[in-house]
């Protein structure tokens, strides 16, 4: 049976009568969450289907299967990430999420929207496991480590989107993928924003070696999830091809990009337990840099 004191430290761990709300850059990033919802109704989904042979709107479908299998699976990880800071009381980083939630339930309902465009079905769980498997390496109790999974799914769905944009298939798809480009920057803005304050904690409380043996084993694991994108790409390889997208590209585009943006995250915590405010504009890694 669990007792009265047991119930009170979980709702004092949970619940603050008064939050702060003083992290500013985090409260910024939830009013741009808010101001810049927008929906699948926005979408003009009676544009005419460009003339595409068959057989590549076969591909898509299969290409554009990790995509929405991502959205969903990110609307998962997010909305169990909520929980994981109300136990740390972080407040602001708590109302954030709540939108990015909202921007993931957005994107799964716009690929859905889209296969049916396609009029085509998204490949089975059977004959795709690594779009599952991938995802099941990003999930931690820490969210730091979270974050730094979501690093890796994030960069991708924001390198796949780039892509689809480029090539330009079909202008509800680019429509598509320009609003989730946009969305995704916030979610990207909020995971160096996080990391970086936590590091600054760490460097703080725990001093420099403490902290480097942290970021090493962050690196660590975003390698490991880093690994999961491959497979995922291998099962699609001739489709890549049909569509015009380059494997090879994608897998050294997520290595290096995440890698960059996970150790100016870092960076960006140490410099400011120095004193030293490195502007958030300085700490973009951008695609196709
Ligand atoms: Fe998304
Ligand atoms: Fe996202």
Redesign the pocket.
């Known amino acids: 049976m669990v007792s009265l004191r047991q119930v009170n430290i979980v709702l004092m761990n949970i619940y603050k009568v008064l939050p702060d709300l003083t992290n500013e850059r985090q409260m910024r990033l939830w009013y741009q969450g808010i101001n810049k919802q927008w929906s699948a109704e926005d979408i003009d989904w009676k544009k005419a289907m460009p003339n595409i042979k068959k057989s590549k709107l076969d591909d898509l479908a299969k290409v554009l299967t990790p995509v929405l299998t991502?959205?969903q699976s990110?609307?998962y990880s997010v909305t169990g990430l909520i929980p994981v800071l109300g136990h740390r009381s972080e407040v602001e980083g708590q109302f954030f999420l709540t939108t990015w939630a909202v921007?993931?339930a957005?994107?799964?309902e716009l690929f859905t929207r889209y296969f049916h465009r396609l009029n085509r079905e998204p490949l089975s769980i059977r004959r795709f496991p690594s779009g599952y498997l991938f995802q099941s390496r990003i999930i931690s109790k820490d969210p730091v480590e979270w974050l730094t999974g979501v690093l890796v799914s994030?960069t991708l769905?924001q390198i796949v989107s780039h892509e689809f944009r480029e090539l330009d298939f079909d202008p509800v798809l680019s429509e598509i993928c320009a609003g989730?480009l946009d969305?995704?920057a916030r979610?990207l803005g909020f995971n160096h924003v996080y990391m970086c304050d936590r590091f600054k904690e760490i460097y703080e409380k725990d001093g420099v070696e403490k902290a480097e043996t942290f970021a090493a084993h962050l690196e660590k694991r975003r390698l490991y999830v880093c690994e999961g994108v491959a497979p995922i790409l291998d099962a699609l390889k001739d489709e890549l091809v049909s569509i015009g997208m380059d494997r090879e590209k994608i897998i050294y585009e997520v290595d290096n990009i995440t890698k960059r943006r996970l150790e100016k995250s870092i960076l960006a915590g140490r410099k400011a337990t120095e004193g030293e405010k490195i502007k958030d504009e300085d700490m973009i890694v951008a695609v196709g840099e």
Do not use: C, K, P
């Open positions: 991502g959205e990110a609307l921007d993931e957005r994107h799964t994030e769905a989730i969305d995704e979610h």
